[in-house]
RNA sequence: GCCCCCGUAGCUCAGCUGGAUAGAGCGUCGGACUUCUAAUCCGCAGGUCGCAGGUUCGAAUCCUGCCGGGGGCACCA
């Protein structure tokens, strides 16, 4: 029996203490209740508060309706025990049988296990990472390409149609500055002030060269400055870019739509959305210049978003780009931003409102800084000193896997510190490999089993499951649906990390307890054939949650 | 001045949609491999949940104020 079915169970228990007017309830008022496995083994294998919630409504004590539920759901099948407990938290017990039916429930359902449906039908726009291509991702790209990613899995494990996207800025100074950087550089030349510096402008640098001449063009250091800049411009861009893309593919990262600014603006997208915010009045005119009422979605003031000397703002590609999101099918478009850019939800929001979509189909999650930490000591990060560690740096320094697990499993609401020499010297610091050691090492116990003719299809016993750590671990295996669908509805993929850690501690405590090959001379029974499918079920579980991080489950390490 | 995030064990962080005695990893100390992987397990130590009020059967969790840290408040992108 799963979390979900028991609550399914004690939801049919109100039902019918509404029927038989034990409860005075409205019955289709009455609320999903909450099962949750105990902090204390004591208490049972599972426990609601659903008493508690319904008791001000019903004005009955908690208690006495915990007692109402309790005499029900003992009749029901599977269930050993209900028992009233503390201020009126009701107190379950399942029948062994039941509890164990769940290991075979998860290998039959495989992958499947932990998917749900709720957002089928839903396509979902996840827009991150989208750094300028004048560098290479540094560390707190890096963090939303792993979070990022991992959300996007989790919305699509829940039956979303999810659209990786990446807005790639190649229109504003930044990228003036990126090719003049890469002329002076060329010309062997200091980066200008306010350039970027580093040794991947030179290494640009010199492959634009080398592609100018392989294309017979001039050598663009003689062409008169503006034409220079040009072909360091288009052609540094376009490495660099690749660079990135090269780098987030490594990383396990790949994105179905990049969207250009400057192709927002050639195609006309932007002056179309301007112009129909013009008409509906969301736009208005002062000072010479446009701006949007985003004051009414909780800005500090107004807008430019047509300066007065008839260029556009930053915000005018926004406003054309949310429009074209929404164009495409999104239903949600989720925006991943660094706290730098809090700003923009207001603004956002207002122009979604103004161009006559729902202001909630714009979702943006802030994420907090990275911070680089050497020694305990901060470091500080400089673009034009070059001291940026970048998405490679990290990943040489960790690996994928272990970079990838370390910036997912966090909360984007804290600001993380990460210690390379922390990372690279004590790489046990990072509880991949916990996680990782429990799979390979259920890969391991399946391989031995198999040679000692340990099979599934020879018994399936799951009443034989009555080791403490059998019953733990089920429970915990029971509560990863839960877990998956919370944390997609969230958008909050450390949930899945912090889980299958603690998933990792009850499955080792397991296999320290319990074999599944039998001891020496032991006779094979029913209970090793049973406890293979407990192992399987909880590699198969590992395997599914390590995916939605992107993170691999190795058979051996 | 206004807005957002954070403040929980020595360190890094979970727990925050209100529930039972506040958790994990790392670090310290001490144990456990003649049989499925010791990258593991078991035990000890470690806490005014920043401070002060409030809401209620119940607050780390919700509300208000304050303190401390980070980020943001452009006709820049």
């Known amino acids: 029996m799963t979390p979900g079915e028991l609550a399914a169970a004690i939801h049919a228990c109100l039902e019918e203490c509404v029927a038989a007017g034990e409860l005075d309830l409205e019955s289709n008022a009455l609320p999903e209740p909450n099962v949750e496995r105990p902090r204390e083994r004591e208490h049972g294998d599972w426990a609601t508060n659903v008493a508690m919630q319904v008791a001000k409504a019903a004005g009955l004590p908690p208690r006495d309706i915990a007692a109402l539920l309790a005499a029900r759901l003992a009749e029901m099948p599977g269930i050993a025990s209900a028992e009233v407990a503390g201020p009126g938290f009701l107190n379950i017990r399942l029948a062994a049988g039941a509890a164990g039916g769940l290991a075979r429930t998860i290998v039959k359902v495989g992958t499947d296990y932990g998917r749900g449906t709720t957002m089928a039908g ?315 050691y429990a799979h390979a090492r259920a890969a391991n116990v399946a391989r031995n089993a198999a040679e000692y003719g340990i099979a599934r299809e020879k018994a399936f016993a799951p009443e034989t499951l009555t080791d403490e750590t059998e019953t733990i671990l089920l429970g915990v295996l029971g509560e990863y649906p839960r877990v998956v669908a919370q944390a997609a509805a969230y958008r909050e993929q450390h949930r899945v990390a912090r889980y299958l850690e603690e998933l990792a501690a009850a499955f080792h405590q397991w296999y320290d307890r319990c074999r599944v090959t039998p001891h020496g001379d032991e006779p094979t029974t029913d209970t090793h054939h049973t406890r293979l499918w407990l192992n399987d079920a909880a590699r198969q579980v590992f395997a599914n949650g390590l995916g939605l991080l992107g993170v691999g489950a190795p058979d051996r390490m």
């Not at 939303?144 to 504003?172: C, K, M, P």
């Not at 290494?203 to 392989?214: F, G, N, P, Y």
């Not at 800049?229 to 660079?243: D, I, N, Q, Y």
């Not at 993380?416 to 490999?433: I, Q």
């Open 122 to 436: 839903t396509t979902v726009n996840v827009e991150f990472v989208s750094a300028n291509p004048t560098g290479p991702i540094h560390l707190g790209g890096t963090r939303w390409a792993a979070v990022g990613d991992s959300i996007a899995r989790l919305l699509e494990s829940q039956g979303a149609t999810v659209i990786r996207e990446y807005y790639f800025n190649d229109h504003g100074v930044q990228i003036d500055r990126f090719a003049s950087s890469l002329l002076a550089r060329a010309k062997g030349e200091e980066a200008p002030e306010d350039g970027y510096g580093g040794q991947y402008i030179d290494d640009i640098a010199t492959a634009v060269l080398s592609q100018a001449a392989e294309a017979g063009e001039p050598d663009p250091r003689t062409l008169p400055e503006p034409e220079a800049l040009e072909a360091f411009r288009s052609r540094g861009v376009e490495l660099m870019f690749a660079e990135i893309r090269a780098s987030l593919h490594a990383f396990g990262v790949d994105f179905d739509v990049f969207t250009h600014e400057e192709s927002l603006h050639d195609s006309g997208a932007v002056s179309r959305a301007l112009d129909q915010l013009k008409e509906s009045g969301a736009l208005y005119e002062h000072d010479g210049a446009w701006w949007l009422r985003s004051t009414e979605y909780g800005d500090d003031k107004d807008r430019v978003v047509l300066k007065s000397n008839g260029t556009e703002a930053y915000i005018a590609g926004d406003i054309a780009y949310i429009r074209d999101k929404h164009e495409r099918g999104a239903d949600l478009c989720v925006l991943l931003l660094g706290a730098d850019h809090h700003g923009y939800i207001s603004r956002l929001k207002a122009a979604t409102a103004a161009l006559g979509y729902n202001p909630d189909s714009v979702e943006v999650i802030i994420g907090q800084m990275v911070n680089l930490v050497r020694d305990g000591e901060p470091v500080r990060m400089s673009k034009r000193a070059g001291t940026v560690v970048t998405m490679e740096d990290l990943v040489d320094a960790v690996g994928v896997d272990a970079a990838r697990y370390a910036l997912a499993r966090s909360s984007v609401d804290s600001t993380l510190d990460v210690d390379l020499n922390l990372l690279a010297s004590a790489t046990n610091a990072n509880p991949v490999f916990y996680v990782q």
